[in-house]
């Protein structure tokens, strides 16, 4: 077969070590994809937690640097474009250069990006080298993926995706509460710096566990489609970043970019369908189990990681809490997650993820539709259960969509699938983002009174100018305005049960071009 001979030209295929042979055979994960597995999540715990460290430190950024705070958030949005932009590319290098010495240069390249930003001297000098940080950790997702399919196997997938899925999970949580404790123990430098010694020892084990790269590329890279992708991609988002800032669509600064952007993408698509490997491979959709995972990713992520600043910004601005606080307060989501994704993984490798998804979301949406009652009392061990409720069900979704989609796909493929589910896990967790972020502006300044009570938590003398009752009606408007998103966020969960009906729901067989012999990247 065709596919078997790129595998094997692409890998070494070797008689299967006892302690790698379980990816076939044992129950368990083996020490030697363990080990694997804790170098791969150090490196996507610096990668995730940094994209939500930085949002606690935007104020301070514009304190220290005396700046506006909409050119304060081009920290984020800087780092979030590099990301973009260099996914793409990570399944052809992955080919050419290798896996394992791909992942320690992309960790060289976010820790001394991480270095440099820590100096920064304006806010000019933070963005150019948060753009540097970004172009190393938008590698480290994807090739953390394909390196640990490839030391599992097919059988083993969806449990190695439950390892990796955990701080996944528990960076939009832990990033606020690491970064306030920083920040206000320390200084903010020290969210960058935190990030060197971690780095270091994650690049000496990487050199020391990662099997040996032999890669013996096959494919001509796709200059063509770089051109039109990775701007492409780039221009799209910046433009659905900027949504929230204008406060609109129609916009020049959200349609000029988003409009350019689009139409590079579509370009994109017609010329990755008559080339022979593109950059981003397209035919990847013409698996099913991929086709239908793929749709489950995108509506999960724009309402999972939309949702997700609405509770900490719900604590601060109607609650009053600090942004520490606000992040222990989220921590049961993380909680429930870590307990469920462990058994999801098993039990996905056992049945195939289609009832293991299909309940993960409607637990999860049982939480959210709590969360769509929200009002400005509401008792805080009412909203622990229900966020613990949601953790539940997040440890049954999200990693176990992405072993639909990695599972089925061949030793050749995993790269490729590995970068696609990333582009689209970034494209639409921006889009959810914009959208509630519209959304819950919009029913915010529909009330005056619900911005003056969110103000008189930073300048009590708003508070004092109110007429009696005033403040505590204002608070209840704003309460009902996050509520109210919830609804949004709510819909499409429920929209995500549509293609998540339709993945397997049966043990995958394994993919061809992998069989008895397991591929083992070297």
């Not at 080339?275 to 981003?280: C, G, K, R």
């Amino acid at each position: 077969m065709l596919v078997l001979e790129r595998s094997t030209w692409q890998a070494e295929a070797v008689t299967t070590p006892p302690d790698i042979a379980a990816g076939s055979a044992d129950d368990k994960l083996d020490a030697g994809v363990l080990k694997i597995a804790g170098v791969v999540v150090l490196g996507a715990i610096m990668s995730i937690l940094d994209i939500t460290v930085v949002t606690v430190a935007i104020p301070r950024f514009q304190e220290e640097f005396h700046t506006t705070y909409a050119i304060a958030a081009w920290s984020m949005t800087g780092y979030t474009l590099a990301l973009a932009t260099v996914i793409p590319l990570t399944g052809w290098a992955a080919d050419r250069f290798g896996t394992k010495r791909l992942y320690m240069a992309a960790l060289i390249f976010f820790v001394l990006g991480s270095v440099l930003c820590s100096t920064a001297w304006n806010i000019n000098s933070l963005i150019a080298f948060r753009v540097i940080q970004g172009l190393g950790g938008g590698m480290l997702m994807p090739l953390g993926m394909t390196i640990m399919t490839h030391a599992a196997g097919p059988a083993r997938i969806g449990r190695v995706m439950a390892v990796l899925g955990v701080p996944m999970l528990l960076g939009p949580i832990m990033g606020p509460i690491l970064g306030g404790w920083l920040i206000d123990s320390y200084s903010w430098h020290w969210i960058f710096l935190i990030n060197l010694p971690i780095g270091i020892v994650a690049l000496i084990l990487a050199a020391i566990i990662f099997p040996k790269d032999n890669p013996q590329p096959s494919e001509s890279f796709d200059f063509v489609g770089m051109l039109l992708a990775s701007p492409g991609l780039a221009a799209f988002l910046y433009g659905v970043s900027s949504i929230p800032g204008e406060g609109t669509v129609a916009s020049a600064k959200v349609l000029i970019p988003a409009g350019i952007g689009l139409a590079l993408l579509v370009a994109f698509v017609f010329h990755a369908l008559r080339t022979e490997h593109p950059l981003i491979d397209l035919h990847l959709f013409q698996n099913k189990s991929l086709r239908y995972a793929v749709l489950t990713m995108t509506l999960f992520a724009m309402a999972f990681f939309g949702s997700g600043l609405l509770l900490p910004s719900y604590l601060q601005q109607v609650r009053g809490e600090s942004t520490l606080m606000a992040g222990l307060l989220i921590a049961p989501q993380g909680l429930g997650a870590m307990l469920t994704m462990p058994i999801a993984g098993r039990l996905v490798d056992k049945i195939g993820p289609g009832k293991i998804v299909l309940t993960g979301i409607s637990v999860l949406s049982i939480g959210m539709a709590f969360l769509t009652q929200v009002k400005a009392d509401t008792p805080y061990p009412m909203l622990i259960g229900a966020l613990f409720v949601m953790g539940l069900g997040m440890g049954c979704t999200m990693m176990p969509t992405m072993t639909a989609a990695i599972q089925t796909l061949t030793h050749a493929q995993v790269a490729r699938g590995s970068t696609l589910m990333n582009i689209i896990n970034q494209t639409a967790g921006s889009i959810g983002t914009a959208t509630i972020s519209v959304v819950l502006t919009s029913l915010l300044n529909k009330h005056a009174l619900a911005g003056a009570a969110i103000a008189s938590h930073y300048n009590p003398k708003v508070g004092q100018d109110l007429p009696p009752g005033a403040l505590d009606e204002g608070f209840d408007l704003a309460a009902q305005a996050f509520a109210h998103t919830f609804i949004v966020a709510l819909v499409l969960l429920l929209l995500t049960l549509i293609p998540a009906f339709f993945l397997p729901r049966v043990k995958p067989k394994s993919p061809e071009g992998i069989g008895a012999t397991t591929v083992v990247a070297h």
